[in-house]
C-alpha cells in the first residue's frame, strides 16, 4: 500500500469521526431547541446495583417524558414514561460506584412505571420540576 493511499484512508477516517461528532451536537441542539429538556441519567439495568448508568437527556412532551441516550445518533427517545402511568418510590443519593457514573450532584429516584421499577438521576432543580410534573394533571383528569 503505497504511502497516499494510507494518507486517504487516514483522512477519510479522521472526515468520519468529525462527521460523526457534528451529528452529535447538532442532534443535542435540536432537542434542547424546544426547551423543556433536562440532564436525566437513566439506569437500563435496575437488577444491578452500582452499575448499568447512561447519561441522557429528557425532554417533557405534554404528558410524556422522553428519554435520549447522549451518546446516540438515534433520533427518536429511547425510553418513553407516560406521566398517569408513572409512580415515584423513593429517592437516595448515590452510592459506590454510582458516584462516579453519575453527574456531579446527583439524585436517584426510584419509580415505577407500568409495573416495572426504573430509577432515574437528575440535579436538584430538575428533581424539584420533574416531582412538580408528576404530581400535576391538567383539570379534569385523574391524578
Known amino acids: 500500500?503505497?504511502?497516499i493511499a494510507v494518507l486517504d484512508l487516514v483522512a477519510a477516517l479522521v472526515l468520519l469521526v468529525l462527521l460523526g461528532l457534528i451529528?452529535?451536537?447538532l442532534r443535542r441542539r435540536f432537542l434542547t431547541r424546544r426547551g423543556g429538556t433536562f440532564d436525566l441519567s437513566l439506569r437500563l439495568r435496575p437488577t444491578t446495583h452500582g452499575k448499568g448508568w447512561a447519561l441522557g437527556i429528557g425532554r417533557y412532551d405534554g404528558d410524556r417524558v422522553e428519554w435520549y441516550r447522549v451518546f446516540s445518533y438515534a433520533a427518536r427517545p429511547r425510553r418513553v414514561f407516560d406521566?398517569?402511568?408513572l409512580e415515584i418510590l423513593d429517592r437516595r443519593p448515590p452510592s459506590g460506584a454510582e458516584v462516579f457514573s453519575l453527574l456531579s450532584g446527583a439524585v436517584i429516584v426510584r419509580c415505577r412505571h407500568d409495573g416495572e421499577d426504573v430509577e432515574f438521576a437528575l440535579s436538584p432543580d430538575a428533581l424539584t420540576?420533574?416531582?412538580s410534573w408528576v404530581e400535576s394533571a391538567p383539570p379534569g383528569r385523574p391524578i
Open 1 to 3: 500500500m503505497s504511502l
Open 23 to 25: 451529528w452529535l451536537a
Open 83 to 85: 406521566r398517569l402511568n
Open 129 to 131: 420540576g420533574f416531582l
